[in-house]
């Protein structure tokens, strides 16, 4: 279970995030928001980027400010933003990243398979020994997707995962968010494609302004705006004017 009590966030005089609470289950939850509304910042936070102000955000029982590690620990994070090591190649940096999590020392021989596995999912097994330097978009984008999702973690936390992927791997990660929620994993991402967003999330949240405005299923969403035969993108606008 992952909990944020009354979160805040503060820069300077602006409150990016402003009393946000929610609980997280094992489900495929979307933040929707515009640019500057919170989301990526709440994001963060989740991710042990930076501390909350005020509030209180709890990993499975893990206090993202006095149990810190023990809480990134459950984190797979995909920042919107890739800064991966570029005279690495890709399976160096997942071999690197399966280090820092001890994969070997809980799973003697189980990265090895994880990381082929990820690497023949996403199309990348023959392209294993390119620089990340030398990644086009769309394989940097895949080499970070496949960081996220390499290890034990319960929480995988995606901000815009669609950009730079083509339709190919659109659809190879939706069926691959699909499976992660079977195994009980809690998938929470922000993503600015509605139609990805209807099709695939169990709950959707609106942050506008910092603070939430709505929380549900999609046909809930469309509800709280007004009419049920709305479309997402409708709905989003009516709710956050």
Not at 80 to 103: C, D, S
Not at 110 to 116: D, F, Q, T, Y
Request: charged share 25%; with cysteine; proline share 3%.
């Amino acid at each position: 279970m992952i909990q944020i009590s009354s979160v805040v966030k503060r820069y300077g005089d602006l409150v990016a995030v402003d009393g946000v609470s929610l609980e997280l289950r094992d489900e495929i939850f979307t933040l929707l928001g515009r640019n500057g509304a919170g989301k990526s910042t709440l994001i963060k936070m989740l991710a042990g980027i930076f501390p909350p102000d005020e509030g209180h955000i709890a990993l499975f029982g893990h206090d993202v400010r006095r149990d810190s590690l023990a809480a990134k620990q459950e984190v797979g994070y995909l920042p919107e933003n890739l800064n991966l090591y570029p005279r690495l190649t890709i399976e160096e940096f997942l071999h690197f990243l399966a280090g820092v999590r001890n994969m070997e020392s809980r799973h003697p021989g189980g990265s090895e398979a994880e990381i082929r596995g990820l690497l023949e999912y996403f199309g990348l097994w023959e392209r294993k020994h390119i620089l990340i330097r030398e990644c086009s978009l769309g394989m940097l984008k895949r080499v970070g997707l496949m960081g996220a999702l390499l290890g034990p973690q319960r929480l995988i936390v995606l901000d815009e995962p669609l950009n730079g992927l083509d339709v190919e791997n659109i659809r190879r990660l939706r069926q691959r968010l699909r499976e992660l929620r079977v195994q009980g994993k809690t998938v929470l991402m922000a993503s600015h494609i509605l139609s990805f967003v209807e099709e695939l999330s169990d709950r959707v949240g609106i942050i506008h302004q910092g603070r939430m405005r709505a929380i549900g299923s999609v046909q809930e969403i469309k509800t709280l705006a007004g009419d049920a035969r709305l479309n997402l993108e409708e709905a989003f606008f009516r709710l956050t004017v």
